[in-house]
Nanobody, 115 residues
Framework: QVQLVESGGGLVQAGGSLRLSCAAS????????MGWHRQALGKQRELVAT???????NFAASVKGRFTISRDNAKNTVYLHMNSLRPEDTGVYYC?????????WGQGTQVTVSS
């Protein structure tokens, strides 16, 4: 059974920082991509950032230069470092893990940025 445990969300003022963590456990078949998506109220879920096992990263245009993503392959953990947060970054952030057979999602963690 696969489990993704997210942590690090919360309430922060605009301009502040947060770090999200997602630890994956269970039976994986060679995890390749780990990443984060988010969903604001009334909007579709969107990609925020991904990182491959080899360290290649991809970011949404709206977060480039403000967010970084990293991972610890030994711990199957991915981190999202969010700086210069804006009210439009508010939403539920979901961890996503892709291995050779399937894609998995975390339960989501709320990030709220106040103006």
């Amino acid at each position: 059974q696969v489990q993704l445990v997210e942590s690090g969300g919360g309430l922060v003022q605009a301009g502040g920082s947060l770090r999200l963590s997602c630890a994956a456990s269970g039976s994986f078949y060679s995890i390749n991509v780990m990443g984060w998506h988010r969903q604001a109220l009334g909007k579709q879920r969107e990609l925020v950032a991904t990182i491959t096992r080899g360290g290649i990263t991809n970011f949404a245009a709206s977060v480039k230069g403000r967010f970084t993503i990293s991972r610890d392959n030994a711990k199957n953990t991915v981190y999202l470092h969010m700086n210069s947060l804006r009210p439009e970054d508010t939403g539920v952030y979901y961890c996503n893990v892709v291995d050779l057979t399937a894609a998995y999602w975390g339960q989501g963690t709320q990030v709220t940025v106040s103006s």
